[in-house]
């Protein structure tokens, strides 16, 4: 008795764009099953479109697995460099009878189109060729290989989502295998590609599913293994309609510049038509320990920016000082003009973490608050800072200055000398501490104010203060 395979799963991009949402979903399925099952994810480049792809996107996608912590296995492969073999294939099937060489011209088929349309039946190619003799064409015609599909019964993809699909062959034409040119088709090279690869299991959006059953029909012209199909519902809007940029369907990089986390982004794709229970905080740990395919909806899943700010609000609180400082820094590194920390203000920003991060929702929230952590000198003040530094605060801050400046450098003493100022004049702590915190930071909200005295130190913020004080 053979043991059965391990699983082998590929995602295969086109690089026309970006890297979107749907395609990251998808590529995380594959790439979770593969790691649960101890298989292999493998990357192919459908890369056949040469006028629409391009090197930026194929880096655009590399780019966007790579953030987001999905690491495939072996070189990627590129669907165009395989042209011959996908060539061969189409030879062969023409050699066993599976398929003929059609030499309709492109007026003939227009001509069959327009009949179509005008008689309200679907348009499809009629398989004028499919029983003729190729000597009945001109010398030196041009021709296409078409397959010889069957034409009645029905083929059925067996779906572990959809469950079984039916689809009525003399509702399916004779697809074009090979163009005049001697181009394979996109049809054609996705079968023989997953054959040569080994794939197992096709995990990919329900748009392939028509696909299917035109794959499904050469996979059984060579009598190929079929592989496990599973068609995962698209994902929509929060309004329920196709997701499209309004709603955030935008690159995967994109979302790495305005502040998330790749943990925070695979759990939130996980639950994005897959569910554990009502389990809703899955670390990528436990996401391969638990990932099936079975689990996956049926339904159309919706996309929520709310429920990924806050799931990545989560992510950054359990995230590590010296990780988030690492993030924080490279973010900034990507802005124009770049903003480089010196080892001071990492400094600054380690020792502030533990409360910068109990505020922010995304990196980006938390670099801004942080920034004057990072940036010396006195601060421009916000509209709020402007409004908290009148000229009664102004003179606050010029007569606690003195008592600031002869007291031990420390959250706890900077603490105990503003009480022990306000209480001497009858002033609410807020009196002084409002005042304090806008000539610091130029806000009116920031993380612990005599925490931040002491995390800048000194120096800096009393000539912080000084500017202010008058």
Known sequence: MTENPKPVLRF????????????????????????????????????????????????AILNGLVWLGLD?????????????????????????????????????????RARQRAEGRPIRYDGRWRDRDPKE???????????????????VVHDLVQGDVRFANDQLDDMILLRSDGTPTYMLAVVVDDHDMGVTHVIRGDDHLNNAARQLQ??????????????????????????????????????????????????????????????????TRQAIAWFNLENIGRSPSRFDMKKLDNLNGHYIRQSDDAALVREVEQLLARRSPPVTLTAA??????AAMPSLKERAKTLVELADGAEFLYADGPRRLDA?????????????????????????WSGPALEAAARAFAEARGLKLGQVAQPVRAALTGRAI?????????????????????????
Request: proline share 8%.
């Open 12 to 59: 295969a991009p086109s690089p026309t764009g970006y890297l979107h949402i749907g395609g990251a979903r998808t590529a995380l399925f594959n790439w979770l099953y593969a790691r649960h099952t101890g298989g292999k994810f493998l990357l192919r480049i459908e890369d056949t479109d040469r006028q629409r792809s391009t090197p930026e996107a194929i880096a």
């Open 72 to 112: 495939w296995d072996g070189e990627p492969t590129y669907q165009f460099a395989r042209a011959p073999r996908h060539r061969q294939i189409a030879e062969q099937l023409l050699a066993d009878g599976r398929a003929y060489r059609c030499f309709a011209t492109p007026q003939e088929l227009e001509e069959m």
């Open 137 to 155: 064409a001109p010398a030196g015609a041009p021709f296409v290989i078409r397959l010889k599909a069957p034409q009645a019964g029905e083929t």
């Open 218 to 283: 050469i996979i059984e012209a060579m009598g190929w293994p079929v592989p496990v199909y599973g068609h995962v519902p698209l994902i929509h809007g929060p309004d329920g309609a196709k997701l499209s940029k309004r709603h955030g369907a935008l690159a995967v990089e994109a979302y790495r510049d305005m502040g998330y986390l790749p943990e925070a982004m695979r759990n939130y794709l996980l639950r994005l038509g897959w569910s554990h229970g009502n389990d809703e905080i899955i670390p």
């Open 345 to 350: 203000a990492r400094s600054r920003l380690r």
């Open 384 to 408: 709020a800072a402007e409004k908290l530094l009148d000229g009664n605060a102004r003179g606050t801050l010029k007569n606690l200055l003195p008592e600031m400046e002869k007291t031990d």
């Open 446 to 470: 920031s993380p612990p104010i005599f925490e931040m005295l002491a995390v800048l130190g000194r120096e800096e913020s009393l000539a912080r203060l000084r500017a202010y004080a008058n």
